[in-house]
């Protein structure tokens, strides 16, 4: 076509094509760059690859890209020529059978209302009551239960979203305020299902928040209206969402009623998996015998797409593409340069593992996954050093390094090389963390995580590739190289000693922590309840004759659907409670008395 008829969106992608084929076809530069690391995050953050939001194009590109990289490296792809596939739930997305009907009015879906991401599909047709903030007090931490003077038994319940203490994040409301929160609490006091409205306070656009991904259902429907809609409903009660809203804040009292009018409303969604990938490439070790054993160098490559609720944003609302330059971005840069090197000079005594981790930001699946069905005996497995978010070193010059208590002499193995970079260490001795090693960690393999920390960009559209700190993260490379290789050097492998829990915090009712022990099963792959990856010995589960693998269904008679279901349960629950625990044990149904 005519050059001037060519647009500069079009340009853009031809010249980032160009960009790829030239790096992806020349011959490896075996030194850490500072212009190869710009190279590999700039293809990975920018706009054509979407956010690399797991089962996208995008995902798909940046996937290819890694594998060539470690192809043209000279490493060995492993699993399915380089790819470990696994299956994903990426999100919802509404059916035909969505419907709102307001005394005879049919509103319209994506103008009155939506379907929220986590709904039953269900109908109900019932009386609505008002039930101002949707909190339901049941262990006495506030003075606010908008429950107690109505009856919600088979009615549908209209909850203001969020909390009356916007302005302070350290409310005693805050970990009440969330939607699957409110849902949950609906339900509990018998409700056929709930409709969440935004008040002025909390969202002045009054948006139908349509954009979140699946995390698994609750029990009722659950359904977003405008305020436009929640005040047809308010009519008869000659009152409107703001009036509320205000006499609630200015009050802090509990205010419920019931509306008088009947709504018949149904939801229908519609769950979508998608195909995602770890990418996995192997270097041999010189050793006759110490090949055999194996360091595992990850990143995780996904990142949040365009954002959206669910997807752990901080800019939810906004549609915009989050480039993750530095999350993680920057630490998939980093390895891919470390495999040039390890690869380039004399081989270590020891093997190398170079994983590329998929979905690490919907909760660990890829490192979980991998972890399930390595490529190698995970016995052999005798280190694993996780990178992620290396990019942005600040003027202090400190690169954090978890995990350092994990194995006998790990402290001073990091010591001993990070004084050749010219950068401070923060250590953290504790194995479990929020990434990728910790799958590792939870089987008993030593750990090192290395991360320049977060900032102020982290998880919105503004983690680009012009705020990484290129130059930090070369000096953050080369001591990851370094730590590897004497790593793959040792006379003998790490002994891996245990440093802190191998689960995640516990959820916080007020000031009181509860915990059950156990790595639950991130990754959903069983419905209808939770599974225990890991029980720690001596923890209350354990104590309680839990064992790896039993899948929680029930706590005290209260059903256990998801990860979601189990932490809302816990966070009921106080420290020194006895609590019974109802197991699924491969085909037998199991009663466990557990105190916490």
């Known amino acids: 076509m005519p050059i001037h008829y060519i647009s500069a969106r079009y340009l853009f992608t031809a010249g980032l094509l160009f960009l790829y084929i030239c790096i992806s076809c020349t011959r490896a530069e075996p030194e850490i760059t500072v212009e190869e690391l710009r190279q590999h995050i700039e293809y990975l953050a920018s706009e054509e690859l979407g956010g690399r939001y797991p089962g996208t194009e995008g995902d798909r590109l940046a996937a290819e890209y890694i594998r060539n990289q470690f192809r043209r490296s000279g490493l060995t792809l492993e699993a399915d020529d380089g790819y470990q596939y696994f299956s994903v739930t990426t999100g919802v997305t509404a059916g035909e059978g969505n419907s709102l009907n307001i005394d005879g009015y049919e509103a319209l879906q994506g103008t009155d209302f939506a379907p929220v991401s986590f709904s039953a599909n269900a109908a109900a047709s019932a009386e609505v009551v008002f039930c101002g903030y949707g909190f339901s007090d049941g262990n006495g931490d506030i003075s606010w239960d908008d429950y107690k003077e109505v009856d919600t038994d088979g009615k549908w319940v209209m909850v203001l979203r969020g909390d009356p203490e916007p302005d302070d994040p350290s409310s005693i409301f805050a970990t009440r305020s969330n939607d699957r929160f409110k849902a949950y609490q609906a339900a509990e006091n018998g409700a056929a299902g709930i409709m969440l409205v935004s008040g002025i306070k909390y969202s002045g656009d009054d948006v139908l928040d349509n954009s979140g991904t699946h995390q698994g259902r609750v029990s009722i429907p659950v359904i977003q209206v405008t305020r436009h809609a929640a005040d047809m409903i308010l009519s008869g009660s000659q009152t409107t969402v703001e009036e509320l809203e205000g006499k609630l804040l200015e009050s802090m009292q509990p205010f419920s009623f019931s509306t008088g009018t009947t709504v018949t409303a149904s939801t229908d969604l519609l769950v979508d998996d998608a195909t995602t990938m770890n990418i996995i490439a192997s270097l041999e070790g010189s050793d006759p015998l110490l090949k055999n054993e194996y360091i595992v160098i990850g990143a ?35 390895m891919i340069e470390i495999a040039e090197k390890l690869a380039s000079g004399q081989r270590p005594r020891r093997s ?57 002499g790990g402290e001073e193995i990091v010591n001993s090389i990070s004084g050749r970079y010219g950068f401070s260490t923060r250590l953290s001795y504790e194995g479990y963390g929020p990434s990728d090693h910790a799958s590792f960690y939870a089987k008993d393999v030593p750990v090192f995580f290395v991360t320049t920390g977060a900032h102020t960009e982290y998880h919105t559209p503004d983690d680009r590739a012009d705020l990484i700190n290129y130059g930090g993260l070369e000096q953050v490379a080369l001591f990851v190289h370094d730590l590897a290789e004497e790593l793959g050097n040792r006379d003998r492998r790490l002994a891996f000693t245990e440093a802190g829990p191998r689960v995640p915090s516990a959820p916080r009712h007020g000031n009181r922590q509860v915990s059950l022990g156990i790595m639950p099963d991130f990754a959903s792959v069983v419905s209808g309840g939770l599974r225990a990856d890991i029980v720690s010995p001596g923890r209350p589960a354990d104590l309680g004759g839990m064992k790896n693998g039993d899948i929680i269904t029930a706590i005290n008679g209260q059903p256990v659907g998801d990860i979601h279901e189990y932490m809302y349960r816990l966070s009921q629950l106080s420290r020194g409670d006895i609590i019974n625990v109802e197991v699924q044990r491969g085909d037998k149904r199991e009663i466990l008395i557990i105190q916490l």
């Open 300 to 334: 995780h490559y996904d990142h949040l797409g365009t954002g959206g609720e669910g997807t752990g944003s901080r800019s939810p609302g906004t549609g915009k593409v989050h480039p993750g330059a530095d999350d993680n971005a920057s630490g998939v840069a980093a």
């Open 352 to 408: 190398y593992i170079f994983i590329a981790f998929g979905a690490e930001e919907k909760g660990l699946i890829g490192s979980s996954r991998f972890m399930e069905d390595p490529v190698v005996d995970k016995e052999q497995i005798t280190a694993m050093i996780n990178l992620d978010m290396v990019g942005r070193k600040n003027e202090e010059g400190v690169v954090q390094i978890g995990g350092v208590g994990s194995s006998a």
